[in-house]
């Protein structure tokens, strides 16, 4: 019989912590597709963030390693200047990327370190509870924003995206999502586009993956794909803000 689908040999045979209708094993999957079919498992350094992810290190079969709360960039850097055989990247949150790591993230890019990072933004705290994020929407209720964010008093959500994309040293910044089938196909596209970014040595890559969080949202798995669509690809659009091709600039 011939096999029409398999589990990736980027990823271990271990259950994840993740709850019913996280996107997150999703992403997962796609970066550790990537990475086999690209044939550098073996040559990868993967560096773990604090947050719904924490736990990556126990998930992605190739080396990891975890780094303190928003450091992961830092960390990572560390690793591509003492290794720069390696493929590095970073796999974090809004919370950790876009909050207390933010430093770490504009200045890798502006150094235009030769790593990729890819960023899970699902406008909200999902491991400590439901809190506010850089990234939650005007007017989104969260655990700290009972009656919806406030622009007047928290200010307006991050793009980072965009942000990344105004850096001289980031090579390739795009934004995707998650929340259907065509998007996901997408969203693995851009993966690879980082990594082969990182191959030809370009510079500094960062993915922006559009996610769900059922749990701290209040829906059901469903209903929270769809909250993505109309509610999050309004204000974070998808699409490429910067680009280097493999050889030169583009």
């Not at 890819?118 to 994020?133: E, H, L």
């Not at 998007?183 to 191959?199: D, L, P, S, V």
């Not at 509610?231 to 490429?240: K, T």
Request: glycine residues 10%.
């Amino acid at each position: 019989m011939k096999t029409v689908f398999e589990k990736t040999s980027g990823l271990k045979d271990t259950p994840t912590h993740y709850c019913p209708g996280c996107t997150h094993g999703i992403i997962h999957r796609l970066v550790a597709e990537v990475l086999e079919e690209m044939d550098i498992l073996e040559d990868t350094v993967g560096v773990a963030s604090v947050g719904c992810s924490v736990l990556s290190y126990d998930y992605f079969n190739c080396d990891m390693t975890q780094a303190a709360h928003g450091r992961a960039p830092a960390v990572a850097t560390g690793i591509k200047r003492v290794l720069p055989d390696r493929f590095v990247f970073t796999y974090q949150g809004d919370g950790d990327l876009a909050s207390i790591g933010i430093g770490e993230a504009i200045h890798a890019a502006a150094r235009g370190e030769n790593i990729t990072i890819i960023f899970v933004n699902n406008a909200i705290y999902g491991m400590t509870g439901g809190q506010m994020a850089p990234t939650t929407l005007i007017g989104q209720k969260t655990a700290t924003s009972p009656d919806g964010r406030n622009a007047a008093l928290q200010g307006m959500p991050i793009k980072v995206a965009e942000l990344m994309a105004t850096l001289d040293g980031a090579a390739h910044i795009e934004r995707v999502s998650a929340h259907d089938v065509p998007n996901i196909i997408k969203a693995k596209k851009a993966i690879r586009k980082a990594f082969e970014t990182q191959k030809a040595g370009l510079g500094f890559s960062l993915i922006e993956v559009l996610s769900s969080c059922p749990t701290n949202w209040g829906l059901s798995p469903t209903e929270s794909l769809e909250w993505i669509k109309e509610n999050m690809l309004p204000i974070f659009p998808l699409g490429v803000y910067k680009n280097s091709s493999v050889g030169g600039k583009a």
